[in-house]
């Protein structure tokens, strides 16, 4: 329904909504599981999120030769699987969102050629020794370990790269889209009832779907009612190339507000360090956003000092404090999910979701 449209009490309901989450803690969410110390998107970091006490695992979803969807952070292989070694002669050059990538695509392998593959750490100075252990888990498989778990564990999908996906020759033959594969798999999983947002049917299993083009959310809202999060950088939509000032003014905000309920900048759009300071100001987006109405997440948080916010001393207590004491943050990615826990049972009045 056009926002214009919208019921003065549907209206009402959204913003009490928002009031809601914004006066409870915020939310944990595994970056690609708990990246931080095993390999990325897999079962086993997946896993080690939830013991560590994330609300919700992360999944970026990308597609097969075979039209199967599988959990990669890109449809590129070679920097977390053994691609590049298992599949030499699949080497091929894509232009994806403007720039070339060059190596294995999962596109270009079947479901079973990808059950091959082992991952392998991204990060070359964290551990390596797990590297070659760990199978690369399909979407499906993502799903059941967040419902097989011992309570509710939420996902986050993102649909990565969506306009290249459905420019696929093997999608437009099958006659389908990225966002219809993957909410057939979420339908087929149960999770039909997961919307309105925070309602008892929500918490049970928990949603949010997340992609950095506003069309692919918009596409997904046509199928589905879960909530959807818009992804923000310093980096126009890559489909719309609509610039970041032009996204978050009053009139576009307006204009997604009834297909989006959460945007998550990337944290480095939340502060800036004025000359000669050495304090941590914030840019005001947050309350801008919070103000339109919307729930706000932001990624990513890394324990590592060099990902710390700068001023913080790489002390991680530090950028905790200013993204959700200060700026009001209602969820974020963390690479080390357990070490944002700890914090936030320290912090807040902690319930599950």
């Known amino acids: 329904m056009p926002a214009a449209k919208a019921p003065l009490v549907a209206v009402i309901l959204a913003t009490c909504l928002v009031a809601q989450i914004a006066a409870q803690r915020p939310f944990v969410v595994g970056h690609r599981g708990s990246s931080g110390k095993l390999p990325e998107h897999t079962k086993e970091a997946y896993l080690l999120a939830i013991q560590e006490g994330a609300d919700f695992i992360e999944c970026d979803v990308v597609v097969t030769k075979d039209l199967q969807l599988i959990c990669r952070h890109e449809p590129l292989l070679d920097e977390t699987t053994d691609a590049a070694d298992k599949f030499k002669d699949r080497s091929t050059t894509y232009e994806i969102d403007g720039y070339n990538m060059t190596g294995v695509f999962a596109s270009d392998l079947t479901l079973a050629e990808v059950r091959t593959l082992r991952a392998t750490q991204r990060v070359s100075f964290r551990n390596q020794s797990y590297n070659g252990k760990f199978k690369i888990p399909t979407f499906e498989e993502y799903l059941d370990i967040a419902l097989q778990a011992n309570r509710p564990v939420g996902v986050y999908p993102e649909t990565k790269h969506p306009t290249w996906h459905n420019s696929l020759p093997a999608l437009k033959a099958a006659g389908t889209t990225f966002e219809k594969l993957v909410v057939e798999v979420l339908k087929a999983k149960g999770y039909t009832a ?41 980096a126009p939509d890559p489909e719309t190339r609509q610039p970041l000032f032009e996204i978050v003014s009053d009139s576009n905000l307006a204009s997604i507000k009834s297909f989006v309920s959460t945007v998550a900048p990337w944290k480095s759009l939340l502060y800036r360090v004025p000359v000669g300071s050495k304090k941590l100001v914030s840019t005001g987006l947050t309350a801008h956003l919070k103000r339109k109405g919307f729930m706000v997440h932001t990624y990513t948080i890394r324990n590592e000092v060099q990902y710390v916010l700068p001023t913080c001393g790489g002390v991680i207590a530090c950028e905790f404090r200013f993204l959700f004491k200060l700026e009001g943050i209602d969820g974020a990615f963390a690479d080390y999910p357990g070490t944002l826990m700890q914090w936030v049972k320290k912090n807040y009045k902690y319930t599950p979701i």
């Open 194 to 234: 997961s919307a309105p947002f925070n309602s008892t049917a929500w918490r049970a299993r928990p949603i949010f779907l997340q992609s950095f083009e506003v069309n692919s959310l918009r596409r997904l809202s046509e199928l589905t009612s879960v909530p959807t999060v818009y992804l923000l950088d310093d």
